[in-house]
Nanobody, 123 residues
Framework: QLQLVESGGGLVQPGGSLRLSCAASGFTLDYYAIGWFRQAPGKEREGVSCISKSGIKTNYADAVKGRFTISRDNAKNTVYLQMNSLKPEDTAVYYC????????????????WGQGTQVTVSS
């Protein structure tokens, strides 16, 4: 069974950092682009970042550019999202998702999703 499992969420103060992990089981991530999405209460799910299957190409939403960094370790079958300088508006459930070949900013393009991890930025 193909599964993605996110971890690393939690409560952090504004200006703090968290590193989210997205671990795959049942398949290898080598052939997939991986996207991170987030959904805040009452809002639509939005794309945050994506990394190509090779790791060479990365994309970021304007709201997180310069603060978030996506990376992957195919040997560990895991993708990471390093989040620095967190703001209260970053509060959301964060999901990772896999799709073949290239990155996409559209959630409907992704085939496999994790269950999400809560990130709360508050003092």
């Amino acid at each position: 069974q193909l599964q993605l499992v996110e971890s690393g969420g939690g409560l952090v103060q504004p200006g703090g950092s968290l590193r989210l992990s997205c671990a795959a089981s049942g398949f290898t991530l080598d052939y997939y682009a991986i996207g991170w999405f987030r959904q805040a209460p009452g809002k639509e799910r939005e794309g945050v970042s994506c990394i190509s299957k090779s790791g060479i190409k990365t994309n970021y939403a304007d709201a997180v550019k310069g603060r978030f960094t996506i990376s992957r370790d195919n040997a560990k079958n895991t993708v990471y999202l390093q989040m620095n300088s967190l703001k209260p508006e970053d509060t959301a459930v964060y999901y990772c998702a896999a799709k073949g070949y290239w990155c996409s900013a559209y959630a409907l393009d992704y085939d496999t999703w994790g269950q999400g991890t809560q990130v709360t930025v508050s003092s």
